[in-house]
């Protein structure tokens, strides 16, 4: 009976989730561990431990589970429509309360810090973000718990309190449910099980790649994390397995460019501590901040209780776009590789690619017209990208095909069909896909109302 009474069955797993040290074990564990007693099961006959337990009528069998700080730990039934994406039914989850009181006590020292790390407003809606989480039991019967963004936090000096922050959180939302030290690979590779079990993760000392276009694939594979609301984990050796999404993330940095963050990004909160390290030192040690966040981390009660009675939030800001700051767009500009900074000027000012140009190589006699351009509003991202190699005026500056497209969706103008390209057809018969990088007017008529074979003359007029 005690066997059975700390082993739950978890059907999406094919394994035992036991009680007593809230991990799932695998049927072979399970047998490995009781096979001194060699149990027996109904016919009487001595049997691995796994199989005694499946077949006994009040062993506790669900066919999934999930994290979820608003609910009991245990089995407990969803409703439809309950938890977004997840199907009605009796589900396990393996969530652990910490058991943090709520006491009234002295937190200044701890809030002082952080509100002069980050700034008085940044910290103020990291205070909301926490109070929101601690309060999961409420916010369940509203939009859910599950935040729509992340917060960014970038420093270019390491040792100013990130990891510390980190490890506060770990004490007051319980040490099971924290995992304060993740690296980005973690969580996009092909095994993602350190999401489970888990109501917050922060990934440490991201930086990715110095190539534009892995970076933004990378980045946009862990944005996707933030607003799925199931997820597809890949336990070794067993089967893909569908989990609702509700951990919350931060991303702790020393890099200048973490994430990629595009203009459009809606689910970034960036902080940049811009704070020397002679300011940090002096503060954490000379005038023993570090002292006070430690004993926080020791016993977080007191802002525990700061949190529920002072705090107030419009839920909503969870759901909507995460809030815009100057150093987002201090992040984004950063992000912007040579060739895209100097497209966005060029087009901006109405100068080559986008403006007619003419370069000529050597000197006198010998000189030779090697680009004769002329502009009409629209680009091949080929042709342009055989006209950029020839010029000197972009010899200096790495680009390739990739780079080409980012920029030209950056400065063109959808056609009216809705497309980044429209295609258009050549005298002889060819067809090309360009883009309106700018909806001139010609001889009375706009390019985005032209047809395909008017655009098709256009573009081959004065052609060399």
Not at 347 to 375: A, S, T
Request: proline share 3%; glycine share 6%.
């Amino acid at each position: 009976t005690a066997i059975l009474d700390n082993h739950i069955y978890a059907q999406s797993r094919t394994d035992f989730f036991e009680l007593d040290t809230n991990e799932f074990k695998s049927k072979e564990q399970i047998n490995d561990w009781w096979k001194h007693t060699k149990p027996k099961g109904q016919s009487g006959k001595i049997q691995p431990m796994s199989s005694v337990l499946l077949e006994h009528s009040d062993l506790i069998k669900v066919r999934s589970y999930l994290t979820h700080a608003g609910l009991n730990p245990g089995v407990v039934s969803i409703y439809r429509g309950m938890i977004k994406g997840l199907k009605e039914g009796e589900y396990l989850n393996i969530y652990e309360d910490p058991q943090i009181e709520v006491i009234p006590g002295d937190y200044k020292r701890f809030d002082e810090y952080y509100s002069w790390l980050l700034g008085k407003d940044n910290w103020l809606i990291e205070k909301q973000r926490l109070a929101f989480m601690l309060r999961a039991k409420e916010e369940i019967e509203h939009n859910g718990i599950k935040i729509q963004w992340f917060s960014i936090w970038h420093s270019s000096i390491q040792g100013v309190g990130k990891g510390l922050f980190a490890q506060f959180c770990q004490s007051l939302f319980g040490y099971s449910n924290v995992a304060p030290n993740v690296k980005f690979k973690q969580m996009i590779t092909t095994h993602t099980t350190i999401i489970e079990g888990k109501q917050i993760i922060f990934l440490n000392e991201v930086v990715l790649e110095n190539n534009t276009a892995k970076t933004k694939v990378l980045s946009n594979e862990f944005k996707d994390l933030i607003t799925e609301p199931n997820l597809i984990i890949n336990p070794k050796m067993k089967p893909q397995i569908q989990i609702p999404n509700l951990c919350n993330f931060y991303v702790h940095s020393n890099a200048d460019t973490p994430l990629y963050i595009e203009d459009t990004d809606r689910r970034a909160f960036v902080i940049n501590i811009k704070h020397t390290k002679q300011n940090v030192n002096f503060k954490l040690l000379d005038e023993g901040y570090k002292e006070d966040i430690l004993n926080a981390i020791k016993d977080p009660s007191a802002f525990k209780y700061h949190l529920l009675n002072d705090i107030t939030y419009d839920r909503q800001m969870f759901f909507n776009d995460a809030p815009f700051t100057q150093d987002k767009q201090e992040l984004i500009d950063s992000n912007k590789g040579d060739f895209l900074q100097e497209i966005e000027a060029r087009h901006e000012n109405n100068e080559f690619p986008f403006g007619d140009h003419v370069e000529y190589r050597g000197f006198g006699m010998n000189q030779d017209r090697i680009i004769d351009y002329k502009y009409k509003g629209m680009i091949n991202k080929l042709d342009i990208r055989r006209v950029l190699k020839k010029s000197e005026e972009f010899k200096d500056i790495f680009f390739n095909l990739t780079e080409i497209e980012i920029a030209l969706k950056k400065v063109s103008t959808k056609w009216p069909n809705g497309e980044w390209t429209k295609q258009i057809v050549r005298s002889n018969g060819k067809r090309k896909r360009v883009y309106c990088t700018h909806p001139i007017e010609i001889d009375g008529t706009y390019i985005t109302e032209m047809s395909e074979g008017e655009l098709g003359k256009l573009y081959e007029k004065d052609e060399v």
